[in-house]
Structure formats: C-alpha cells, structure tokens
C-alpha cells in the first residue's frame, strides 16, 4: 500500500510532507526567529533599494504597478475559476476539460509572473507596512502553497493521462482544494487593502 501511494502519487505526497515538516516548524516556532531577522531586509527593500525608492518617490509609477498587480490577480482568479467549475461539471461541459485546463494554466502561468513581479515592486514601497501585517505573511504562504499545488499536484495529474480515466471525485477534489487556496490568496490580499 505505500509503495503504490508513493510511486503513483511521488508529488502529492511530497506536497503533502512538506505541508507537515511547515506544521512542525510552525508548532516550534522557527517562523517567529525567522520573521525577527527579516526586518532588516524590509527596512533595506523600502528606503535603499531601487523599488522601494521609485514605489514611494513616483505615486503615479507605483499606481500603474498596482493595477497591473491587481490585473494580473484578476486574471488569476478567472483562471482557476473556469478550469475548477469545468472540472467540478458546471461550466462549459461542451468543451473537453483537458482543453480547458491546458489553456487557462498557460494564462494563468503568464499571470502568476506578472502578479509576483508586480507584487515585489507593489511591497517594496510598503515595505515597512506590510512587515507588521499578519494578513501579508499569510497571503505569502498561501501564495506559495498555492503555487506549489498547481505545479506539483495538479497540471502534473491533469496532463499525465486523459480526464476520463481520472476519478471524478479526484477531479473534485482538486477544484476545491484549488478553489479554496486561490481564494485564500485573494481574501488575504484583499484585507492588507483594509488594514
């Protein structure tokens, strides 16, 4: 039973390993020595660095980085909302899902670039802000694990056999695990807005 689960699903459970070692680290508090010691760099990121000149020197700069940031998450979220709806049987069920999801992951790939460049430079000129914010650390997690689970559980299954021969509840059960990290990312980053 475990030679299959770790020949078949070598990604999945690695993901899954990793999410338990970040539990751990959590339990032992390594992210709290670790976020002291970071303070520095937000300091440097925000009053010596380029970016952090430019973000806080030129509004109008800074303003079209964030629109680009805010299109880019826009397009992150139309994304995964079409291939997770068609993978769940509720959107464009006339149109094969592997054509669907081969399509909106090349989008969203191009769009989850433009979103961390946009998002680096958008930081820095906040830099000494967003340190404080409880709610960036955990869009950044988030952000990471969501990253992770696209590129190292669901395009690999997805694009490894045909739809048909996939689970339907293993389909499901990939839309709402997507659906649900994606929206964590965008409510986490919709309240550093608010805060």
């Not at 660095?49 to 139309?78: D, F, K, P, Q, R």
């Not at 592997?98 to 430079?121: C, M, P, Q």
């Not at 293993?170 to 309240?191: D, I, K, P």
Request: glycine content about 6%; overall charge positive; charged content about 10%.
């Amino acid at each position: 039973m475990l030679n299959l689960l770790l020949s078949q699903y070598r990604k999945t459970t690695i993901l899954f390993l990793v999410l338990i070692l970040i539990a751990i680290l959590e339990a032992f508090e390594v992210r709290t020595s670790i976020h002291g010691n970071t303070l520095p760099y937000f300091e440097w990121l925000k009053n010596s660095s380029w970016l952090g000149i430019i973000g806080t020197t030129y509004g109008s700069v800074y303003a079209t980085v964030e629109a680009v940031h805010l299109i880019s998450m826009a397009i992150i979220g139309g994304t995964v909302l079409v291939a997770d709806l068609r993978l769940l049987g509720i959107i464009l069920t006339d149109i094969p899902s592997e054509t669907i999801t081969r399509g909106t992951h090349k989008v969203f790939r191009n769009a989850l670039i433009f979103a961390v460049a946009s998002g680096i430079f958008c930081a820095a000129g906040v830099a000494d802000k967003v340190y404080y914010m409880p709610v960036f650390w955990i869009k950044m997690l988030a952000l990471i694990a969501g990253s992770c689970f696209v590129f190292l559980v669901k395009q690999p299954l997805l694009n490894t056999v045909p739809h048909d021969e996939i689970r339907p509840w293993t389909l499901r059960l990939l839309a709402v695990c997507s659906l649900l990290v994606w929206f964590t990312v965008a409510a986490t980053g919709r309240w550093i807005g608010f805060s």
